[in-house]
């Protein structure tokens, strides 16, 4: 039904940057909310970045605060996940994520319940 697509990652060294996209399909991108996760080996998944359907209220992280940045284009169907300074711990597969509900981004980030997950990009930062 809605298919998330990601691309941008790779293998970067420690502080630079990369710009992550996820491309979405269908008419109703522009009334959902949007989110990145990621998950590196061994570890659990985390929440990384949201945006709300008017692109109105963020939401980051702490540990990304500050060299991140979530944008959306609704007229591409595409969200952003602009990451500046990476550093090692940020290597992780990414994911894109996208839920129709009206609440707030926080509250939809704390709850992770998003209703459509694309199969993720890798990202690599070597130190």
């Known amino acids: 039904q809605v298919q998330l697509v990601e691309s941008g990652g790779g293998l970067v060294q420690a502080g630079d940057s990369l710009r992550l996209s996820c491309a979405a399909s269908?008419?109703?991108?522009?009334?959902?909310?949007m989110g990145w996760f990621r998950q590196a080996p061994g570890k659990d998944r985390e929440k990384v970045a949201g945006i709300n359907w008017t692109g109105s209220s963020t939401y980051y992280t702490r540990s990304v605060k500050g060299r991140f940045t979530i944008s959306r284009d609704n007229a591409k169907n595409t969200v952003y996940l602009q990451m500046n300074s990476l550093k090692p711990e940020d290597t992780a597969t990414y994911y894109c994520?996208?839920?129709?509900?009206?609440?707030?981004?926080?509250?939809?980030?704390?709850?992770?319940?998003?209703?459509?997950w694309g199969q993720g990009t890798q990202v690599t930062v070597s130190s």
């Open positions: 994520s996208a839920s129709p509900t009206r609440d707030t981004i926080d509250t939809l980030m704390s709850r992770g319940n998003f209703d459509y």
């Open positions: 269908g008419r109703s991108f522009s009334s959902y909310a």
